[in-house]
C-alpha cells in the first residue's frame, strides 16, 4: 500500500475503467504528438531569428550593433534557448495530464508516467 503522503485523495474515486480509457487515449494523442513534434520546432527555427527580434517595436537596433556580431549570437543562440523553454514546459504539461485528465492516484504513478 502506498503511504498516504503518496495518495492524491481527490483522485481516489475515480473508476479503474475510466482511468485506463483516459490513459489509453493520452497515449494516442501523445503519439500524435511525437510525430506532430517537428512543427513546432520548425516555428522557432523560423521566428527566433535577428531579424523578427527587429520587427518588434524599437529592437530594430539588434541588427546593426557591433558589425553584425549581436545579429550572430542571437541568431545561434535564440532558437536554442526556445527550444529549451519549451522542452522545460514538458514534464509540467505531462505532469498537469497525469493529475487533471488521466486521475493517477499516487504522486509516484504520477513521476513514473
Request: proline share 6%; charged share 15%; net charge negative.
Amino acid at each position: 500500500a502506498p503511504e498516504p503522503r503518496d495518495i492524491l485523495w481527490e483522485a481516489i474515486d475515480t473508476p479503474q475503467r475510466n482511468r485506463d480509457s483516459r490513459e489509453t487515449l493520452t497515449n494516442v494523442l501523445l503519439l500524435l504528438g511525437v510525430i506532430l513534434w517537428s512543427f513546432p520546432l520548425t516555428a522557432i527555427q523560423a521566428f527566433a531569428t535577428a531579424e523578427q527580434v527587429a520587427l518588434i517595436p524599437r529592437m530594430e537596433w539588434v541588427l546593426s550593433v557591433d558589425g553584425g556580431s549581436l545579429r550572430a549570437f542571437i541568431n545561434g543562440y535564440l532558437p536554442v534557448l526556445a527550444l529549451l523553454g519549451l522542452i522545460l514546459l514538458l514534464p509540467v504539461f505531462f505532469g498537469w495530464i497525469a493529475v487533471s485528465y488521466e486521475h493517477r492516484k499516487t504522486l509516484s504513478d504520477v513521476q513514473h508516467s
